[in-house]
């Protein structure tokens, strides 16, 4: 990528391989591909585009953020709980709980500092253990 919210100026690439996980419906590759197949436009053209009668409309912010809260609503959700950024907080969650290095998180998640150490959740678990940890260290 040239250009995201991150890139705005294209002054640098951004390169994030796509895994196969073929255990998985939410794939990304699988996903991704099916895309293409689906709604196929040319090389030149942005990644994301919403198929219209008339060609095609590019996926922008407020589609994609009124569409995601659509379908939470959907299902049940507070939707205004939720936001796009949600994945990228959810990412780095994730990847924390999975014992990923904090700099490939950092570095996958294209922050330029720790920031992203904030959007982290710690569950009560997480943080009893932590509380055990620091008990042990003070008692040896």
Same mark, same amino acid.
């Given at each position: !990528?040239?250009?995201?919210?991150?890139?705005?100026?294209?002054?640098?690439?951004?390169? =994030?391989? =796509?895994?196969?996980?073929?255990?998985?419906?939410?794939?990304?590759?699988?996903?991704?591909? *099916? !895309?293409?197949?689906?709604?196929?436009?040319?090389?030149?053209?942005?990644?994301?585009?919403?198929?219209? #009668?008339?060609?095609? @409309?590019?996926?922008?912010?407020?589609? $994609?953020? @009124?569409?995601?809260?659509?379908?939470?609503? !959907?299902?049940?959700?507070?939707?205004?709980?939720?936001?796009?950024?949600?994945? *990228?907080?959810?990412?780095?969650?994730?990847?924390?709980?999975? @014992?990923?290095? #904090?700099?490939?998180?950092? $570095?996958?998640?294209?922050?330029?500092?720790?920031?992203?150490?904030?959007?982290?959740?710690?569950?009560?678990?997480?943080?009893?253990?932590?509380?055990?940890?620091?008990?042990?260290?003070?008692?040896?």
């Amino acid at each position: !990528m040239e250009w995201s919210k991150t890139i705005q100026f294209g002054n640098r690439k951004l390169e =994030l391989p =796509l895994v196969k996980i073929k255990v998985s419906p939410l794939c990304p590759y699988n996903a991704y591909n *099916r !895309m293409c197949t689906l709604i196929p436009a040319d090389g030149d053209k942005p990644a994301f585009l919403i198929p219209q #009668s008339k060609g095609y @409309k590019t996926l922008c912010y407020s589609f $994609f953020q @009124k569409r995601l809260r659509d379908i939470l609503e !959907m299902c049940g959700l507070n939707s205004s709980k939720f936001s796009s950024h949600s994945f *990228r907080r959810g990412g780095a969650t994730w990847a924390f709980h999975s @014992k990923v290095p #904090s700099e490939l998180i950092q $570095f996958h998640g294209d922050w330029r500092s720790d920031a992203y150490k904030v959007y982290l959740e710690f569950d009560l678990q997480d943080k009893l253990s932590i509380s055990r940890a620091m008990a042990d260290e003070i008692l040896n």
